[in-house]
């Protein structure tokens, strides 16, 4: 079974409006890490945002939020007032176990198209 | 720069020969990876370094592949007899924070004619 799942290849928004783009996981271990990264065509994946299993508030940084919805195993990116900037894929990942060191597992990705 | 710097950024060569790729991660970052990222997928894992020594090697697809970090730095990803199918980007990324964040380099693009 796919550990991380994005169900949506590619997402068209309107410039200021909010997306969500969709991320579910398949995990046993009760300790585990999701992160959202964005790669733009230049290619470097830039890191968004992280949200540990045992947080108890979704974890905002910006216009970026993550709908974390433990039970159905989601972890849904939201970006609000979407920018012409905001257009690249999104990748989610997990890291299973404990906080530290240890590899992350990637979605297959979604690409965010912004229009004026 | 203060980021993870890997070199080539691009690199062409012909089926059978042998590569390496450099990363030289961020300064006192003790973690590094190394993922592979084919056309239109997420990054695939590859080899994770703690310090010097391979902490999780099980993402190498065969022995053709192999990774050093000889003194918990600077790391080379060798690929032996390549093959078209060794194509893709591979990205190099190092990581200190608590949560696990990897910092990602701008990765080296591989092409085997």
């Known amino acids: 079974a796919q550990k991380i799942t994005q169900t949506q290849p590619g997402m068209f928004v309107q410039e200021k409006e909010a997306v969500t783009l969709d991320c579910t996981y398949d995990t046993s271990d009760p300790s585990y890490g999701l992160f959202w990264y964005k790669q733009p065509s230049s290619g470097e994946m830039i890191f968004l945002i992280y949200?540990?299993?045992?947080?108890?508030q979704n974890a905002t940084e910006g216009r970026y939020s993550l709908n974390f919805q433990k039970a159905r195993k989601s972890a849904n990116l939201v970006i609000s007032a979407s920018q012409l900037g905001d257009s690249a894929m999104y990748f989610c990942?997990?890291?299973?176990?404990?906080?530290?060191?240890?590899?992350?597992?990637f979605g297959k990705g979604t690409m965010l198209l912004v229009s004026p | 720069g203060a980021g993870v710097s890997q070199t080539p950024s691009n690199k062409v060569t012909e089926k059978g020969k042998y590569v390496e790729l450099r990363c030289d991660p961020i300064s006192g970052h003790t973690a590094l990876y190394w993922y592979r990222q084919s056309l239109g997928q997420g990054p695939e894992f590859l080899i994770y370094?703690?310090?010097?020594?391979?902490?999780?090697d099980s993402g190498l697809p065969n022995d053709r592949f192999f990774a050093v970090r000889p003194e918990g730095s600077v790391s080379t990803l060798k690929i032996q007899r390549t093959e078209r199918g060794d194509s893709a980007v591979y990205l190099c990324?190092?990581?200190?924070?608590?949560?696990?964040?990897?910092?990602f380099g701008e990765g080296s693009r591989l092409t085997v004619l």
């Open positions: 990942a997990m890291r299973e176990g404990p906080s530290g060191y240890s590899t992350l597992t």
């Open positions: 370094f703690q310090g010097t020594g391979a902490a999780d």
């Open positions: 990324a190092s990581s200190f924070h608590k949560t696990g964040e990897l910092f």
């Open positions: 949200q540990g299993s045992y947080d108890q």
